[in-house]
């Protein structure tokens, strides 16, 4: 019973650097209460009310007091949040290599896809060693996918994409809580992370598909809902190809540019109209409500596998 | 002494008219105090009841005690109880309305017709509220986040909304009242830089309240229209943006926090001074201190907001405003501590408390670094550590401060003295079983036990257990003080004007005080905290 | 002639504390309005910039002539407020008695007009989650609540407004105000103007984007 963790694991190749600012913060926070704690403690005993201790000069004001202890907390302030804002940053930008698989929140599950055509619920199987982008959604209201040990969170929404990454760095099993209210079930939309050896996860991999890959499955899709009939290599006047587009540089109409990310193919799928591309006319259909989170993020894949500059990650706004 | 009896003998603001009809229409500063003291007390116990209930769930990792929905009223309702119907009117309402007039040499605030008006306004939207809760309850959390709260729950959203936005009337009139009383209806010689910092916190707070309640106002309105007519202001599935209604929502909800600490604060500075017989150090430091947190908790909101999907720069410029924002808090807590230094200090109940939250706030302060540093919000936002950290602010600093002015002032607005030793030990409970149900809370946080859960991971109970019973033992710190207060009213008005030997304007009329305050409107020509003159005089 | 003794609450010292009291009071208030209409603002500045667009397409289905008319319509009851203040001030209780009716009529007669444009947009299904219709750009039932909401709140001050110059003329016609007191006016006048100037802003942020868009 006494058997109870202070501590959680750290699984990830950011958890070491979260946890050393926390014991950071620990150490200022330890070192300011305990300066309050002894001077309220000291101060009390001293002069209290029929102490021997002399009360002769007692001051009000002491300017040079005041600024230093406006100053001094200023400063390391400072310092705190520039190693945390660094620290934020980098674990909103997924390195250039990292592997995505796709996540659809809904009450109260979590519907996993891997690109191998691999789909879970409520367990997400990855790789040590290997970084991981999560590229989510929510199929209702706000949910948020939070992985203690690996010390990452992030919100996921209905009717946009957010992602984060993370590198797990021991292999083993840990908790996968939603940490956004969602409705009855909110402390039910758990599972696990199962973080493998390469090779067994490979294994893992080959020996747990039921369907075939995102990329195939999202080619039929593109031919089942028609996309091929203006946007196939030989229809350009219709529509933009999308060989090399992912990741490329796209100039709209009205003159502004944008990268071709997953939301904005995504947002070219259900809204056309928003982002229509310089020199085409405003042809395309919506497909709101014909498809659902996870047939989008098959048809993203497979618009990735046409190929684009590799630039996976950072270009995207964080 | 011959004063103790005139006192009570005389007409005081109670006795001066009797019946139902003298209270329920009363436009007395004082009198509506207590109308209020007795309403968010109801209030309190509501919403600590609630909490009662979870924390008991709680004890077992397995939902055994409630259903998931009955938890997830649970803290919903404990969470609107406690915030809108008990912390925020709080201070201002009870001691802030009996208190202000009194401190500027005033007969009354500048519209008591409209104090009254707020009154009646908070109890409407009470009622409203509570009759909601009774009659299906509310299951979104206190924070109404979209779409679940428009689209999706199916509990009483409108009504409650609806409660809120009329008790929002209510504060607003209150701190309206406050800041034309605290610009014109000073006492001669009684310059900004003499006022007590009651009266400065009260200010700051006043001016918090009037410029962002109205956006929860017109944020919880358009959560209303979008619910009932099914149209896509937040709602993502119908074209509006569940981010905007967070940046709305929060945009009131960072400022109301600091509605609700810097009353308290005010109460510290009062007792603090008044119990080590000291001026307070650095009293204009203090003054702009208050002022700078009002004005900087309106550019922190978004760091409610940084796993929201909010932009990664928005983040940045949060974090470092909210580091900036605690910068004013902490001199306060240096202050304060300073103004110990050469005093001759004496523990009374109201100081204790004061003492209580000191430590407790520069606590859940400091943890609010935590939350404000990006990289470890990230793992800590949304699980318990910040429900830790909240608690000890609301619970360790407000409420204490709460409860150190009511003891403090108690013989002034009753004219009777609690018994000592009960309330001493009644503070001692209250400190160790506030620590024992929140650190542990801390820790769960950091291990990752997500918030709003009422079913956890195994490994979670030990910390769960402990907490528990520390809720056992605050559950009795808020009991006994019902229990003593009650029954000093059964005594005669013998407290005297001033049993605490305190500076102050309000110290200079009878306990407790005739209903126009002062026979002749005092004139100021001392600085505050004159506690030191006092001393040399032999005061 | 008012007895001005009897004019000071109890709580104040005199006539002067009491006015200047009630001047900041009010203006406290309209703090409160500001921020109250400045959220539905906020919340059109950033619908519009992302969906300008809809907001184009909406602001077709607005007659901008019934709005220019309005926006007249309360440009001129400030006006006759104003020349409420300035004959109080001069001692002529007619005359003021007169201008608030007048503002009352113009008041009124803004509202009648909000009343036809509301009623078209029933008829021609523009009313977003009770009769909406438009086949238009993407979002642009958003612009449409935006109004209703915005306008509506601003309609509902309009009729507070009212209410509070009747109000007046009641108290003006008992003989209340003089030269020497005649704050409430003022006062009441301080909201009318203030409820006019937030028309001013809605009036061109939804019916000339159509205009010059």
């Known amino acids: 019973m006494w058997d109870f963790p202070l501590l959680p694991e750290a699984a990830s190749s950011t958890a070491a650097e979260v946890d050393a600012l926390f014991w950071i913060l620990i150490g200022v926070a330890s070192v300011f209460g305990g300066i309050i704690t002894a001077g309220l403690v000291y101060f009390n005993i001293r002069y209290r009310k029929n102490s021997k201790a002399s009360r002769a000069g007692a001051v009000s004001e002491h300017l040079p007091l005041e600024l230093l202890w406006s100053i001094v907390p200023l400063v390391i302030s400072a310092g705190i949040f520039g190693w945390g804002a660094k620290l934020y940053f980098d674990m909103h930008v997924p390195p250039e290599n990292a592997r995505e698989v796709y996540v659809v929140g809904k009450q109260w599950m979590w519907k996993i896809q891997h690109p191998q055509g691999n789909r879970e619920i409520n367990e997400l199987h990855v790789p040590v060693g290997v970084p991981i982008k999560l590229v989510m959604t929510s199929q209702d209201v706000i949910h948020s996918f939070f992985v203690p040990a690996f010390r990452i969170k992030q919100d996921v929404l209905p009717g946009r994409y957010t992602t984060t990454w993370f590198e797990a760095t021991k292999p083993g099993e840990y908790h996968l809580f939603c940490a956004e209210y969602c409705g009855t079930s909110h402390a039910s939309m758990k599972g696990r992370v199962v973080v493998m050896k390469q090779e067994e996860f490979e294994r893992w991999l080959a020996g747990n598909r039921q369907e075939e890959s995102m990329t195939a499955s999202g080619d039929q899709l593109f031919r089942q809902f028609g996309c091929v009939t203006c946007h196939s290599q030989t229809s350009q006047e219709r529509g933009p190809s999308l060989h090399g587009l992912f990741g490329s540089t796209v100039r709209l109409a009205d003159g502004s540019t944008v990268t071709a990310d997953e939301r904005y193919i995504r947002e070219s799928i259900l809204n056309p109209g928003a982002a229509l591309v310089a020199g085409y006319k405003p042809l395309m259909p919506t497909y709101a409500g014909q498809m659902s989170q996870e047939q989008l993020f098959q048809i993203i894949e497979y618009v990735k596998s046409l190929g684009g500059p590799q630039i996976a990650g950072e270009r995207r706004n964080p | ?539 | 002639m008012a007895d001005n003794h009897s004019r000071v609450a109890h709580q104040f010292d005199d006539l002067a504390q009491q006015q200047e009291a009630s001047n900041l009071g009010m203006w406290a208030f309209l703090a409160t309005e500001v921020l109250f209409f400045g959220g539905m603002f906020a919340a059109y500045a950033v619908y519009r910039s992302l969906y300008y667009d809809a907001f184009v397409a909406g602001s077709q289905h607005m007659d901008v002539l019934l709005g220019a008319v309005n926006t007249a319509v309360l440009l001129l009851s400030s006006l006759t407020v104003a020349l409420g203040v300035h004959a109080v001030q001069r001692g002529n209780n007619g005359a003021l008695t007169r201008y608030l009716l007048m503002t009352i009529a113009l008041g009124s007669t803004f509202l009648v007009i909000k009343g036809f444009e509301y009623s078209h947009k029933y008829a021609e299904g523009l009313i977003p989650g009770v009769r909406f219709a438009l086949e238009g750009p993407d979002h642009v039932e958003l612009y449409f609540i935006l109004y209703f909401v915005m306008t509506g709140f601003h309609a509902l001050h309009m009729i507070v407004g009212i209410g509070i110059m009747t109000a007046m003329i009641i108290l003006t016609r008992k003989g209340r105000f003089s030269p020497e007191y005649y704050n409430p006016i003022e006062v009441s006048g301080l909201y009318w103007h203030f409820v006019d100037i937030v028309w001013i802003f809605l009036y061109p942020l939804f019916y000339l984007i159509q205009v010059h868009p």
Request: net charge positive; charged share 10%.
């Open chain 2, 1 to 539: 002494m011959k004063t103790v009896n005139e006192d009570a003998l005389q007409k005081n603001y109670i006795t001066a008219a009797y019946g139902i009809r003298s209270w329920l229409l009363t436009r007395d500063h004082k009198r509506i105090a207590l109308l209020y003291l007795i309403s968010i007390t109801l209030f309190f116990f509501i919403g600590g009841f609630f909490a009662v209930l979870m924390r008991l769930e709680l004890m077992t990792p397995q939902g055994d005690l409630v259903s998931a929905e009955t938890y997830n009223r649970l803290f919903t309702m404990h969470g609107v109880a406690m915030i809108f119907f008990f912390l925020v009117p709080s201070i201002p309402a009870v001691l802030g309305n009996f208190l202000l007039p009194m401190m500027l040499g005033a007969r009354d605030l500048a519209f008591p017709r409209l104090n009254l008006l707020s009154w009646y306004l908070y109890m409407v939207g009470g009622a409203y509220t509570l009759y909601a809760m009774v009659t299906g309850g509310i299951d979104t959390g206190w924070t109404f986040y979209t779409p679940y709260s428009t689209g999706y729950s199916t509990t009483n959203v409108v009504p409650v909304v609806v409660g809120i936005f009329i008790l929002g009337f209510s504060s607003i009139l209150t701190g309206l009242n406050f800041i034309v009383t605290t610009h014109k209806m000073r006492a001669p010689g009684l310059t900004w830089f003499r006022l007590p910092l009651f009266v400065w916190s009260q200010y700051a707070t006043s001016v918090i309240i009037l410029l962002a309640t109205p956006v929860l106002a017109i944020t919880l309105a358009l959560l209303g229209v979008e619910r009932i007519f099914r149209v896509g202001i937040f709602d993502p599935a119908l074209g509006g943006d569940p981010i905007l209604f967070q940046h709305m929502f929060w945009f009131y909800s960072h400022p109301a926090v600091y509605i609700m600490v810097l009353p308290s604060m005010g109460v510290v500075s009062e007792l603090v001074t008044c119990f080590a017989r000291r001026r307070i150090f650095g009293y204009r430091f203090m003054a702009f201190a208050v002022m700078a947190i009002a004005v900087l908790g309106f550019l922190v909101w978004g760091h409610h907001m940084f796993v929201s999907g909010q932009s990664v720069y928005a983040g940045m410029a949060f974090s470092a405003l909210s580091f900036f924002v605690a910068i004013p808090s902490a001199i306060k807590v240096f202050n304060w501590t300073a103004t110990l230094h050469k005093g001759r200090i004496e523990f009374r109940t109201p100081v204790l408390y004061a003492f209580g939250f000191i430590g407790l706030f520069t606590i859940g302060g400091l943890t609010g670094l935590f939350l404000a540093t990006l990289a470890v919000n990230v793992h800590l936002t949304d699980t318990y550590f910040v429900v830790a950290h909240f608690h000890y602010i609301m619970v360790g600093g407000a409420v204490m401060g709460y409860l150190g002015g009511i003891h403090y002032w108690w013989p002034k607005m009753t004219g009777r003295m609690y018994h000592e030793g009960w309330a001493k030990f009644s503070a001692l409970i209250l400190f160790v079983g506030f620590n024992l149900t929140f650190f542990p809370q801390f820790i769960l946080g950091y291990l990752g036990m997500p918030r709003r859960y009422y079913i956890y991971p195994e490994e979670f109970q030990v910390l769960n257990v402990l907490s528990t019973a520390g809720a056992s033992i605050l559950g009795l710190g808020y009991i006994i003080p019902m229990i003593y207060l009650l029954w000093s009213l059964r005594k005669p008005r013998t407290a005297g004007p001033n049993p605490w030997n305190a500076v102050g304007l309000e110290w200079l009329t009878p306990s407790p005080p005739p209903t126009h305050n002062f026979d002749k409107t005092p004139v100021v020509t001392e600085e505050p905290y004159a506690y030191e003159e006092k001393s040399a005089h032999g005061g």
